[in-house]
């Protein structure tokens, strides 16, 4: 997915009155404010009420779906013959703004903003983000996401990437 694909498709769903959160790699792009590497998907949080309105859009493009080991109707994945792929995260929010059903979002956690190309997106929230990159076997790209919002934020480190940390530089007494 390319940074075009991705604010095309973003912009076309905010026409559409669909509010979405940009998750995953691009989410942290976007935190980040700028594509630190390649993305072979862009992963969304929306509410479930859309979900049927992006399927009707994304299969009149030609977009099918991929079936994975986590496919559920919360969690799916839909590709096209490009290679392009869309990762969906649904839930349902209470009246409160909680999300109550579905992907479980924390409280907090569909807060951030970030920038694509020069485009305002919602994203995850860069503490979030980092949290949600915890707890299973790490992939290179792991590494270098969490690194980079925990340096840019001044997020501490989760323990499984303490090793990552850069060591202060001692700062110049000047008298």
Same mark, same amino acid.
């Not at 096209?80 to 969906?88: E, L």
């Not at 990437?161 to 850069?166: A, G, I, N, R, T």
């Given at each position: 997915?390319?940074?075009?694909?991705?604010?095309?498709? =973003?912009t076309?769903?905010n026409?559409?009155?669909?509010?979405?959160?940009?998750d995953?790699?691009?989410?942290?792009?976007?935190?980040?404010?700028?594509?630190?590497r390649? !993305?072979g998907?862009?992963?969304i *949080?929306?509410e479930?009420k =859309?979900?049927?309105?992006?399927?009707?859009l994304? @299969?009149a493009? &030609?977009?099918?779906?991929?079936?994975?080991?986590?496919t559920s109707?919360?969690?799916?994945v839909? &590709?096209?013959?490009?290679g392009?792929?869309?990762?969906? !995260?649904?839930?349902?929010?209470?009246d409160q &703004?909680?999300?109550? @059903?579905g992907?479980?979002?924390?409280a907090g956690?569909?807060?951030?903003?970030g920038?694509?190309d020069?485009? *305002?997106?919602?994203?995850?929230?860069?503490?979030h983000?980092?949290?949600? !990159?915890t &707890?299973?076997k790490l992939?290179?790209?792991?590494? !270098?996401?969490?690194a *980079?919002?925990?340096?840019?934020?001044?997020?501490? =480190?989760?323990?499984? =990437?303490v090793?990552l940390?850069k060591?202060?530089r001692?700062?110049?007494?000047?008298?």
């Amino acid at each position: 997915m390319t940074s075009a694909d991705v604010i095309g498709f =973003y912009t076309k769903l905010n026409r559409m009155g669909i509010k979405i959160w940009i998750d995953g790699g691009w989410g942290v792009d976007a935190l980040l404010g700028k594509q630190t590497r390649p !993305h072979g998907d862009l992963d969304i *949080a929306v509410e479930k009420k =859309y979900v049927a309105q992006i399927r009707e859009l994304l @299969e009149a493009q &030609g977009y099918k779906d991929v079936i994975k080991d986590d496919t559920s109707e919360w969690n799916f994945v839909l &590709g096209d013959d490009h290679g392009r792929q869309i990762d969906v !995260h649904a839930f349902v929010f209470d009246d409160q &703004g909680n999300v109550k @059903e579905g992907i479980k979002y924390p409280a907090g956690s569909l807060s951030g903003t970030g920038v694509i190309d020069g485009h *305002a997106v919602n994203c995850i929230s860069p503490e979030h983000m980092v949290k949600f !990159h915890t &707890g299973y076997k790490l992939r290179e790209s792991d590494l !270098h996401d969490v690194a *980079a919002l925990c340096e840019r934020f001044g997020i501490e =480190y989760p323990e499984e =990437y303490v090793h990552l940390k850069k060591p202060r530089r001692p700062t110049k007494n000047i008298s």
